[in-house]
Structure formats: structure tokens, C-alpha cells
């Protein structure tokens, strides 16, 4: 089985200040993780995603996450927020198939 | 044009009318998959298909049916809707990437759906 937990819903920052969302997995294999964005009114893109190779993951528009498999861990970074950056995050587990499990998302504000 | 698409995009029905949600792919993928998202719970899979034969039940597909026409569409049907049904649907694709050697879902613009 195969489990997500974001531990923040919401998460307000700054125009120009570090973001960090948190994600916590669980999954009885090596499991590959995803980083989704979903913009008000949009579908969802991939961010990254990591898939047993280097640990440090980057993506597009910045952002970054580090697979840390002691503390089954899958945290996104960016360093310098955008308020286009502005968007619900989901963190996703997958245990080498195809199917996928959802974190609950997490929604970023940003303020000017 | 878009990889993933959804008809209709908006829809508004009312209690125990039957509706059919569409999704159609260019990407040539075999899986195909049915997500439901309701606010504060991420998505969840209702129905996914693995090609044109294999149809399997997620983890939410009571009161929901598909229909695997071809390998480029894939319908979601909800027999007679329920107001517990209104939600945003989300149709997804994906495909074995060898260089990662993991799938990855590429995702319709959804469909919102209001059951009154």
C-alpha cells in the first residue's frame, strides 16, 4: 500500500521569499514521486519527479524537491517565489506501476 | 491542440439523469484513467484502463461506469447522477517513459460537473 500526507493545506509567502512545501510518503517498494501544479480553473502539470536516480530533483519554473528516503520525505523548494507561482501543489506516489495516490494539495498564496 | 481533451468542460444537471463525460488522447497511450477531485481531498481514481480490454475499478467507482471505445477514448458515465457526485472529473493519460523507466500521467483540463 501507498500513502501521501502534505502536511500543510495552505502556505502563504512573500513575493521574492522561499517556499517550501512538505511531503511525507509511504510504500512498500521504491516508489517514484511526483510534484503536480494546478492553476485556478486548469488541469494539472507535472512539476518533477523523481524515479530512483539522483535525489535532488529539479523541475520546471524553478522549483525543486530532495527524495530524503530516511525520513520518507519528498519536499518542494523554490527559492524565490513568483506570484504566478500562486497554485494548489500535489505531491504523488507511485510503486512503479501506473496507478497513482494523491496527497491533498496544498495552496499556495503568494503576497505581494 | 491539447493532448488530453474533456467534452464538456462545464455541466450542470439535475438528480437521477444519466450522463456521459468524454476524454480523447493524441498521445497514442494505452492507459487511460478516471479521477474525481473534491476540495481538500487531492484526486481520487475512480475507473483506469490498460487498453482496450482491460478495465478495472478504482477506489471510488460505485455509481459510476466507462466505456473503452478505442484506444484513444475513454467515456465516464454516471448512470443516475447524485448531488454527491458534483465534483471536478479529471480524465489522464500514460505511457511507459524508458529513460526514467517510470509512467507519467499527462491530465485533460477537466470537467466540472454540478448535480442539483
Known amino acids: 500500500a501507498q500513502s501521501v500526507t502534505q502536511l500543510d493545506s495552505h502556505v502563504s509567502v512573500s513575493e521574492g521569499t522561499p517556499v517550501l512545501l512538505r511531503c511525507n510518503y509511504s510504500?512498500?517498494?521504491?516508489?517514484?514521486l511526483f510534484w503536480y501544479v494546478q492553476h485556478p480553473n486548469k488541469g494539472l502539470q507535472l512539476l518533477l519527479k523523481y524515479t530512483s536516480a539522483a535525489t535532488l530533483v529539479k523541475g520546471i519554473n524553478g522549483f525543486e524537491a530532495e527524495f530524503k528516503k530516511s525520513e520518507t520525505s519528498f519536499h518542494l523548494t523554490k527559492p524565490s517565489a513568483h506570484m504566478s507561482d500562486a497554485a494548489e501543489y500535489f505531491c504523488v506516489v507511485s510503486d512503479g506501476g501506473s496507478r497513482l495516490t494523491f496527497g491533498e494539495g496544498t495552496q499556495l498564496t503568494v503576497n505581494p | 491542440d491539447a493532448d488530453v481533451t474533456q467534452t464538456p468542460r462545464n455541466r450542470i444537471t439535475k438528480t437521477g439523469k444519466r450522463i456521459m463525460l468524454e476524454c480523447s488522447q493524441t498521445k497514442g497511450h494505452d492507459r487511460m484513467y478516471w479521477y474525481r477531485q473534491d476540495p481538500g481531498l487531492g484526486l481520487q481514481l475512480i475507473y483506469y484502463?490498460?487498453?482496450?480490454?482491460?478495465?478495472n475499478k478504482g477506489e471510488i467507482s460505485d455509481g459510476y461506469s466507462v466505456s473503452r471505445q478505442a484506444q484513444a477514448k475513454f467515456s465516464l458515465s454516471l448512470e443516475s447522477a447524485i448531488p454527491n457526485q458534483t465534483a471536478l472529473y479529471f480524465c489522464?493519460?500514460?505511457?511507459?517513459?524508458?529513460?526514467?523507466?517510470?509512467?507519467?500521467?499527462?491530465f485533460g483540463p477537466g470537467t466540472r460537473l454540478t448535480v442539483t
Open positions: 489522464a493519460t500514460s505511457d511507459f517513459a524508458v529513460r526514467t523507466l517510470s509512467y507519467e500521467q499527462y
Open positions: 510504500s512498500s517498494y521504491s516508489p517514484s
Open positions: 484502463s490498460f487498453d482496450v480490454k482491460d478495465i
